[in-house]
């Protein structure tokens, strides 16, 4: 009974002091690790596309880009 708890905790303590997951997110493999952050950021950097979309924020600008007097010269 001692002895399965000290492996429990034992156990228990390597697990948590452990970085990361449990359950590696990346291949081991380097080309293939490489393509999975690349895609993975491309969709992080498409984020901020689909935000201004939703909001009507990449529609284009009516005003003129320089200033203008409106009164008579």
């Known amino acids: 009974m ?5 492996v429990a905790v034992l156990l228990g303590i390597t697990v948590m002091s452990s970085t990361g997951c449990l359950i590696p997110m990346y291949s081991g ?3 293939r690790r490489d393509k999975q952050l690349i895609y993975n950021s491309e969709n992080f950097r498409l984020i901020h596309d689909e935000w201004e979309r939703l909001w009507l924020l990449d ?3 009516h005003m003129t ?3 203008t ?5």
């Open 29 to 31: 493999d380097t080309g």
């Open 69 to 73: 007097h409106g009164g008579i010269i």
């Open 2 to 6: 001692l002895y399965k708890f000290l």
């Open 59 to 61: 529609q284009p600008s």
């Open 65 to 67: 880009p320089y200033r």
